[in-house]
C-alpha cells in the first residue's frame, strides 16, 4: 500500500479503532477483573476467576452446549428452507427476481424486535399456528412453542434465513450457463444433478450463509430472550443477566469473550473450508 | 440417385413450441435425419435453432408435435434416458471437475467403470487429439481444447445422436477452418448420426449431407447443399444461401418489352413464358454474381446497364454495374470497362431464378 493510500484510509481506521476495537480491548481487560464482595465497584487485581467460573460450573456448561446446537440446529434447517427457496429466486426472470431479492431484504433492515413480536403472536397457545394445527384436527391442546428450544429455534431460523438466502440466491444465480442441461443428457437424474454438479458449485454460498446464521444465532439475544420467555438461557441472554440484573460486569465480559471466540472460531473454519474448496483437485 | 438410402433415424414431426410470447418460436417443424447422416440446421439468429436442439435433447418440451429417434418414440424418454450426447455453444464443461472427470460422468451414469471406463476416455482422447491433458481444469484449457473436451464428454457415451450448437462459434477465424475439417473426418470415422446448428451458411454447406434451412420458426428447404443452392425454393433461401448469395431483382413490364430499374433486360422465350403467366405482377429474378458474364452486344438473356465501379480482385475484376437503383456485380478477367459505360450482362437460363414477389415462392419455368 503506498503513503496516499494510507493517508486516506487513516480517517476511517481511526473511527473504527474507537468505535469497535477500544470496546473490544475493554471488554478483555474487564473479563480478567473480579466484582468486589458485597460491591459494585471491581476488586483491585486481575485473576482468571470468571474463566474458572464459566469452565467449573455445570450450568453454564450447560447454557455453552444448548447455544451452540440451537444454534447448528438454527442453520441446518435454514439451509433446508432456503436451498429450493434461493433456486427458485435464482431462476425467475427481471422484474420478479428483483421484488423477491427487495423481500428477503425487509426482514434484515426492519430488526429483530418487529418480526420476533410477529412471531409472539404466531407461536402463541391461542396463535395463528395452533389455530390451525386445531382447524385440521392434528392436535386438541395447544402446542407449547413459547418457552421451548423448538420455538427459540423456528424463531432464529424465521430471524436469520435472509443471511442464508442472499449468499445461496447470489451462487445459484452464477451457475456456469447450460452445466445442469449437460450433466442431464450425460445420463444424470435430478437428485444426480444436484449432488454432483449443483451443489459442488454453489458451495462456497453455503459455507457463507452457514457461517453467517450460525454467528448470528450464536449471538443473538433478543429472540431466544422473547420467545424463550427467560426460560431459555443462551449465550446472548446469559450476559444481558450478568451485566443488567446480577450487575456482575466482568462476569458478563468473560462470557462475551467465551461467545466472541467460538465466533472467530467459526469464520476461520469457514474460510478454512473455502481455501480447500478452491484447491481441491477432483 | 443410385446409392441407396440409409433408414430414417430421428423423425420430427410438427414440432411446435411457444415459450409463451405473442409468436411461438416454432411454428411447424417437420424433419428427418437418416442413419449416420451429418444435418445442418441453419438459419439467422433467433429463428429456433438451439430451441430445436433442446426439445430433441429433451431440455425443453414441445408444445405440439411428435419426435422418434431409432423407431421409438422420444416424448415419454426424460433427457437423462435418451441417449443423446450434446454440445453446447458454451461447451458447459463441469467447472470443478477435470478433463478426465468431465469425460468420466457420463460413464459413471451408466455404471461403467474400472479399466473399461478408463479405456473409453483413453479411446476418446486420442479421437479428438487431446492425450495427456486429462489432468487439467476446463479453465486451464484454450477455447479450442475445451471444445474438443466437450464433444469427447459427449463421444464417450457412445449415443445414439450427436447434437452440436455452434460449435465453431468461440472460435477464432483460423481454428474455426481447421475444426470444420476436423469434426468431418471424426464423422466420417465413426458414423454418428449428427444434427449442427449454425448460422453459418458457409459452414452448413462445407460440413453437412443434407441442410435445412429455417427462418421465423419453419424449415424452408431440407436437401443436400448442391440443391439448395442450384435450387433454391424460395427468395430466402436463394440470398440467404451460397457465397456469393443471390441478388434480387424485380422484372417490371416495359412498353417495348422488359426492363429492370429502367434498364432494358432481353428474357428468353421461356422466361418471358414465365414472366407473363404472373399477369403483369412484378417477378423478382435471382442472380448469382459468379454466373455472369458480359456480351459484346444486347440478344436475348441480356441485361444493359451502366458501368458504375470496378474493383480488383487479384487476378480479375469484379465490375459494379448500376440498372437504375439496383446494383449487380460481374466478374471479368479482362481490361473492365469504364465508368458511364453502357455495358450488356450475360445470364445463362438455366441457372435463372424466379420468384414470387409477395410470398417469395419459387416460380416454376415452363
Ligand atoms: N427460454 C426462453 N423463453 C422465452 N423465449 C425464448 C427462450 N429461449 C428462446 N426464446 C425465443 O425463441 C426464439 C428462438 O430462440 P433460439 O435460441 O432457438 O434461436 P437460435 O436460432 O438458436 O438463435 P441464435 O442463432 O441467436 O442462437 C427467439 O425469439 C428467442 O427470443
Ligand atoms: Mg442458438
Redesign the pocket.
Known amino acids: 500500500m503506498n503513503k496516499r493510500a494510507l493517508m486516506l484510509l487513516l480517517p476511517a481506521l481511526i473511527l473504527s479503532g474507537i468505535v469497535f476495537l477500544l470496546p473490544f480491548l475493554w471488554l478483555f481487560v474487564t473479563s480478567f477483573r473480579v466484582q468486589g464482595e458485597g460491591s459494585l465497584l471491581m476488586a483491585e487485581g486481575f485473576s482468571a476467576a470468571n474463566y474458572a467460573r464459566l469452565v467449573s460450573d455445570s450450568y453454564f456448561a450447560e447454557v455453552f452446549f444448548r447455544t451452540m446446537w440451537m444454534s447448528a440446529a438454527a442453520t441446518v434447517i435454514s439451509l433446508v428452507i432456503a436451498l429450493p427457496m434461493a433456486r427458485q429466486i435464482a431462476v425467475s426472470a427481471g422484474r420478479a427476481k428483483g421484488l423477491l431479492l427487495a423481500l428477503i431484504l425487509v426482514p434484515l433492515v426492519s430488526g429483530a424486535l418487529l418480526p420476533t413480536l410477529g412471531m409472539l403472536h404466531l407461536l402463541g397457545p391461542l396463535g395463528v399456528i395452533n389455530s390451525i394445527l386445531k382447524d385440521f384436527g392434528l392436535t386438541t391442546k395447544s402446542v407449547k412453542f413459547l418457552g421451548t428450544v423448538p420455538g427459540v429455534i423456528i424463531g432464529l431460523v424465521q430471524a436469520f434465513l435472509p443471511l442464508m438466502l442472499l449468499p445461496l440466491v447470489n451462487a445459484l444465480s452464477r451457475l456456469p450457463k447450460d452445466v445442469e442441461a449437460a450433466a442431464e443428457t450425460l445420463g444424470a437424474p435430478t437428485h444426480i444433478v444436484w449432488r454432483r454438479v449443483i451443489l459442488p458449485l454453489v458451495a462456497p454460498g453455503i459455507i457463507a450463509g452457514s457461517v453467517l446464521v450460525f454467528c448470528a444465532s450464536l449471538t443473538s439475544f433478543v429472540t431466544p430472550q422473547i420467545l424463550g420467555q427467560g426460560k431459555i438461557a443462551t449465550f446472548g441472554t446469559m450476559a444481558y443477566q450478568q451485566a443488567s440484573l446480577v450487575l456482575d460486569w466482568p462476569f458478563a465480559s468473560a462470557v462475551a469473550v467465551v461467545m466472541l471466540a467460538i465466533l472467530a472460531l467459526g469464520l476461520a473454519v469457514g474460510s478454512l473450508a473455502l481455501k480447500l474448496l478452491a484447491r481441491r483437485p477432483a | 440417385m443410385a446409392e441407396k438410402r440409409a433408414p430414417d433415424h430421428l423423425v420430427i414431426q410438427k414440432v411446435m413450441?411457444n415459450?409463451?410470447?405473442s409468436?411461438p418460436?416454432?411454428k411447424s417443424v417437420s424433419l428427418n435425419v437418416r442413419k449416420g447422416e451429418f444435418l445442418a440446421l441453419l438459419?439467422?439468429?433467433?429463428?429456433?435453432?438451439?430451441?430445436?436442439?433442446?426439445i430433441i435433447a429433451g431440455l425443453?418440451k414441445a408444445t405440439e408435435g411428435q419426435m422418434a429417434l431409432a423407431g421409438e418414440g422420444l416424448d415419454a424418454i426424460p433427457t437423462y434416458k435418451r441417449d443423446i450426447g450434446i454440445v453446447f455453444?458454451s461447451y458447459a464443461l463441469f467447472p470443478h471437475m477435470t478433463v478426465d472427470a468431465n469425460i468420466r460422468f457420463g460413464l459413471d451414469m451408466r455404471g461403467i467403470k474400472g479399466d473399461e471406463a478408463d479405456q473409453r476416455i483413453a479411446e476418446v482422447l486420442e479421437l479428438v487429439k487431446l492425450e495427456g491433458l486429462s489432468g487439467r481444469m476446463p479453465n486451464a484449457l484454450s477455447g479450442g481444447q475445451q471444445q474438443r473436451v466437450a464433444l469427447a464428454r459427449a463421444l464417450v457415451i457412445r449415443p445414439k445422436l450427436l447434437l452440436l450448437?455452434?460449435p465453431l462459434s468461440n472460435l477464432d477465424a483460423v481454428l474455426r477452418k481447421s475444426v470444420r475439417v476436423d469434426i468431418r473426418e471424426l464423422h466420417e470415422r465413426i458414423g454418428l448420426t449428427t444434427v449442427m446448428?449454425t448460422?453459418d451458411q458457409e459452414e452448413a454447406m462445407s460440413m453437412a449431407d443434407r441442410v435445412a434451412v429455417?427462418a421465423n420458426?419453419y424449415v424452408l428447404q431440407h436437401d443436400t447443399p448442391e440443391t439448395i443452392y442450384e435450387h433454391p425454393a424460395s427468395a430466402f433461401v436463394a440470398t440467404f444461401v451460397g457465397s456469393p448469395p443471390a441478388i434480387l431483382l424485380p422484372v417490371e413490364k416495359t412498353p417495348d418489352g422488359y426492363g429492370i430499374g429502367g434498364t432494358a433486360f432481353m428474357p428468353s422465350k421461356t422466361l418471358s413464358v414465365a414472366i407473363d403467366l404472373q399477369n403483369g405482377k412484378p417477378v423478382l429474378l435471382g442472380l448469382r454474381s459468379d454466373r455472369l458474364s458480359f456480351a459484346d452486344q444486347a440478344g436475348p438473356l441480356t441485361i444493359t446497364g451502366e458501368v458504375h465501379s470496378s474493383e480488383y480482385i487479384g487476378g480479375s475484376w469484379l465490375v459494379h454495374v448500376a440498372l437504375g437503383e439496383h446494383r449487380i456485380a460481374v466478374p471479368t478477367r479482362a481490361k473492365p470497362p469504364q465508368f458511364g459505360e453502357a455495358v450488356h450482362i450475360r445470364i445463362d437460363e438455366a441457372e435463372t431464378l424466379l420468384f414470387d414477389p409477395d410470398t417469395g415462392a419459387k416460380v416454376a419455368l415452363p
Open positions: 413450441k415459450y409463451g410470447g409468436e418460436a416454432l438459419g439467422p439468429s433467433g429463428c429456433g435453432k438451439t430451441t430445436l436442439l433442446k425443453e455453444q450448437d455452434e446448428v448460422h429455417m420458426g
